[in-house]
């Protein structure tokens, strides 16, 4: 069941970059959980759908994204995110 939004996550970012510090600020104060765990939880606690920080995810954070995914296996070795 979904949460429904609080104030504790904000819903607008100025850009990809402020939105990847704080996904970084998740992952660092929850340790164990993936930046992909952290842009999901994100998403239920904002009341947000997924496909909507489709461009919010650049940089850094998909490099990220792409190193979890390769590590659980869920992508070959040489494959790339199509975000």
Not at 33 to 39: E, K, S, V
Not at 45 to 55: S, T
Request: charged letters at 35%; hydrophobic letters at 35%.
């Amino acid at each position: 069941m979904s949460e429904s939004p609080t104030t504790d996550f904000p819903t607008l970012f100025e850009n990809s970059k402020s939105f990847a510090q704080y996904i970084e600020k998740m992952v660092k104060e929850k340790q164990g959980i993936t930046h992909m765990d952290a842009i999901l939880e994100y998403c239920d606690k904002a009341g947000l759908d997924p496909k909507e920080m489709k461009g919010l995810i650049r940089g850094a954070l998909k490099d990220k994204l792409e190193a979890n995914y390769r590590d659980l296996n869920y992508m070959p070795k040489n494959a790339k995110l199509d975000v």
